[in-house]
């Protein structure tokens, strides 16, 4: 599903590369923990994938395309095979829950029916049933982030990538974004967590790989997060 | 494609925007209409320019009984004799184009229509209190009208003598310098309107930076992404057309 072939990526104007010669493999289906320090390459890691930015070395495959050869007005359709959470939630602040998961279908130009069918089904899924009508604002954190994954799960993505998804939030209201994940992550997509938080990846046992500075330093499955920090 | 979504978009965009979208109709539109203004400005100047030179360029007026100047008075009014001189010499100079006569009938009636709108007026003027006159044309008004009008200046018979574009000038100044101010002031707007322009977008792009980043991440195409500006550009400068063109403007 996402193939990594001796990446490297060298920002302008920085001498040190934020990833060095990454070569990887994630399966489809898989659950995938990135770990390590602040500026270890795990962003980098993402935005590549998402093809934010592009590799200074090597090659990227992701859903089976190479990254390298997509031109630009491809990216957008890559973008609709990958879902995409963020510890800021980044909500937009004047639409209710129902019409920031409806947005993501609407740019795309999704049929109004389809819609009306697929977003109830989600927020269902990410256990917000009943509120659809209210404004983010309204909302706790984690309800918030819940509806930043409905959101990223409704166009029913292959692959589901999350930065930090419980930074912002306390440790029991993580465990239920969690079981959200791993109930995306049973339907059959793709996700890779990057994330700091220790008792997550200990609880859940899934694949971990660990960057630092910009190198794998390990990758085993049924991992912890590691004693180091 | 999704019409009324990208609509809904738009009209909040418009409405977050409202102050800046009125400031920017209003400064397009009184920029436009002023540019205009000032472009139908330019060509009735050059009309009326035009218009004028093509006509007489000087006047010389004779005496008659009624003549209240001095050599006139002196010298009675013209004689036939003193006409006819007048006629072969201005004839004779180089520089006169075209010379003709205008009667005291035809001078009347001239009068009598120009003020045709002021009976009360014509009125009171009878046939024999208008002059008659040469109407000369030169070749070259600016350089020439000194000597020609030397030539008859203080011969008996003549009253005055008039540059018609001693007249005119000080006319042409006046629309010339109402032509400047129109498109100096019509220049000063655009570029308000064109910074504004700017700001404007900006401030929309600035105001639906959220949007645009999720569009983006959720894979929304370029051409979406950028339709909410484009009709919302398309739709201001609409409404700003409006009363750009219908404005009053000369002729």
């Known amino acids: 599903m996402i193939h990594f072939d001796n990446v490297t990526k060298t920002y302008a104007n920085q001498s040190r590369p934020a990833l060095e010669n990454v070569s990887l493999d994630v399966e489809k289906g ?8 602040s500026g270890s390459g795990k962003s980098t890691f993402l935005r590549l994938i998402l093809r934010e930015e592009r590799p200074s070395d090597g090659r990227i495959y992701v859903a089976g395309k190479d990254l390298a050869r997509l031109t630009n007005w491809k990216v957008p359709y890559l973008r ?35 819609i009306r069918k697929v977003v109830p089904e989600v927020i269902d899924l990410v256990g917000l049933e009943g509120k659809h009508d209210r404004m983010p604002d309204e909302l706790s954190g984690g309800e918030q982030q819940r ?14 990538l999350a930065d930090e998804p419980t930074g912002n939030i306390d440790p029991a209201t993580s465990i239920g974004i969690m079981k ?6 049973r339907t059959g997509t793709t996700v890779v967590m990057a994330t700091h938080d220790a008792a997550i990846v200990d609880s859940m046992r899934k694949r971990v790989i660990e960057l630092e500075y910009g190198k794998v330093v390990r990758d085993q499955s049924r991992g912890v997060y590691g004693q180091a920090y | 494609m999704r019409a009324q979504f990208v609509l809904q978009e738009v009209w909040t965009g418009l409405r977050r925007n409202l102050t800046m979208t009125i400031a920017l109709v209003v400064v397009v539109a009184i920029s436009l209409a002023l540019l205009g203004t ?21 006047s010389i007026y004779l005496c008659t009984t009624t003549s209240v100047s001095p050599q006139c008075h002196q010298n009675g009014p013209a004689t036939q004799t003193e006409k006819n001189q007048i006629a072969a010499d201005l004839r004779a100079l180089p520089q006169v184009e075209k ?3 205008e009667s005291q009938a035809q001078a009347y009636q001239h ?8 009976p009360s007026f014509t009125n009171l003027v009878t046939r024999s209190e208008i002059p008659d006159s040469f109407q000369v044309k030169l070749r070259n008004a600016a350089a020439d009208f000194n000597i020609v009008a030397g030539t008859v200046q203080g011969r008996p018979g003549v009253d005055q003598i008039v540059n018609d574009s001693s007249i005119l000038a000080k006319f042409y100044k006046l629309l010339d310098g109402a032509r400047n101010a129109v498109v100096i002031i019509a220049i000063v707007l655009i570029i308000a309107a064109v910074l504004l322009v700017a700001n404007t977008i900006r401030l929309s792009a600035f105001n639906r930076r959220r949007e645009t980043a999720i569009m983006r991440l959720v894979g929304a195409s370029n051409f979406y992404v950028q339709l909410p500006f484009l009709v919302e550009g398309i739709i201001t400068s609409r409404m700003s057309l409006r009363p750009a063109s219908s404005s009053p403007a000369p002729r």
Not at chain 1, 30 to 37: A, Q
Not at chain 1, 147 to 160: D, K
Not at chain 1, 180 to 185: E, H
């Open chain 2, 38 to 58: 000032g472009l139908l400005f330019v060509k009735q100047v050059d009309n009326t320019r035009t218009y004028w030179q093509g006509k007489v360029q000087l």
């Open chain 1, 80 to 114: 609709r095979r990958i879902g995409c959470v963020f510890q800021d939630f980044r909500l937009l602040p004047n639409k209710s829950v129902y019409h920031n998961v409806a947005f993501a279908l609407q740019v795309i130009g999704k049929p109004r029916r389809f």
């Open chain 1, 147 to 160: 509806v930043a994954v409905a959101r990223a799960f409704v166009n029913r993505p292959m692959i589901l």
């Open chain 1, 180 to 185: 959200v994940l791993d109930r995306i992550n």
């Open chain 2, 111 to 118: 009068f009598r229509q120009d003020f045709s709108r002021d």
């Open chain 1, 30 to 37: 898989e659950f995938v923990f990135l770990v390590g320090p």
């Open chain 2, 99 to 101: 010379v003709y006569y």
